[in-house]
């Protein structure tokens, strides 16, 4: 696991493929932004205990889901068992409960998030609260990246959880089946360029922190995208025509590569040909 320091006594951890994980400590112990998968629960545990030298609790008292894919919400259950509660939106944990195949998406079999893992606090909208010296606002992204999506800003420290609206080094995937769209998360970054400058942390779902340019950058290249594919749609084009036509070859290499940014186009046509 990697940990970086972001700001006084908040920490960025991450590792593996898995979601990064903000870390806010108060003298009371430790609020956290996700909890990993449960395979890689016990590693954030070990990191969070190396985190402050002994010099505060080492005890999570609050986590706070992104959404409900199980890499950001699967390490629930380590940190419920020893106390913590874990805050979602109420379709978060709506879709968390889900047993269900998605066909569309190579028979993607959804898989219930386990009893003890599921979120003990549910927000039906926004809500905010304090802890510690920081506020903690969560933020309701409907129709995003899924439609339970919370975004975490802590306005005094100056760092923003954007969850996996955003992410650096991978193509960004929009989950259609749990109520995602792409003009979502057009419209949710919209509403966050206001709330932020040039000095905030901008913490992704996945990859590297980011900063204001950045995300303004990625909106411009999801409008970009869907653009060229839904172009390719109306002239009448497959699915494997519109990815001949490789319509993100500028940000393929920030995706990891063709293969991997073709990933996010069949998500864009499949929204074009069925969400429009």
């Known amino acids: ?44 545990d070990r990191a969070l205990a190396g985190l402050l030298g002994g010099r505060s609790p080492h005890r999570v008292r609050a986590v706070v889901n992104t959404h409900y894919h199980g890499d950001h919400t699967e390490g629930n259950a380590f940190f419920r068992q020893l106390g913590a509660t874990v805050i979602a939106h109420r379709n978060a944990a709506m879709q968390a409960a889900k047993d269900t195949t998605i066909a569309e998406w190579d028979n993607w079999h959804r898989t219930p998030l386990a009893p003890a893992a599921m979120p003990t606090q549910l927000v039906g909208d926004s809500a905010a609260f304090d802890f510690g010296a920081e506020r903690v606002v969560l933020v309701h992204a409907p129709r995003a990246h899924t439609d339970g999506d919370l975004l975490v800003w802590l306005p005094r420290a100056n760092v923003l959880h954007i969850g996996d609206i955003l992410e650096v080094g991978a ?36 990859g590297a922190v980011a900063t204001r340019a950045e995300l303004q950058r990625y909106r411009a290249m999801l409008l970009a995208v869907e653009a060229r594919v839904s172009a390719s749609v109306g002239r009448g084009a497959s699915l494997p025509q519109a990815l001949a036509e490789r319509p993100a070859r500028e940000w393929e290499a920030s995706m990891g590569g063709e293969r991997r940014a073709g990933h996010f186009v069949r998500l864009v046509y499949y929204g074009v040909a069925h969400h429009r």
């Not at 979601?19 to 609020?31: E, F, I, M, Q, R």
């Open 1 to 44: 696991m990697r940990v970086q320091a972001v700001r006084p006594g908040i920490h960025v951890v991450s590792g593996f493929e898995n979601g990064n994980v903000l870390v806010l400590a108060s003298d009371t112990g430790l609020l956290l932004v996700d909890a990993q998968s449960h395979q890689r629960v016990s590693a954030l």
């Open 171 to 206: 193509p960004p995937f929009i989950d259609w089946w749990a109520g995602g769209s792409l003009r979502g998360m057009v419209a949710t970054i919209d509403r966050v360029l206001p709330m932020v400058n040039d000095r905030t942390i901008i913490v992704p779902g996945h």
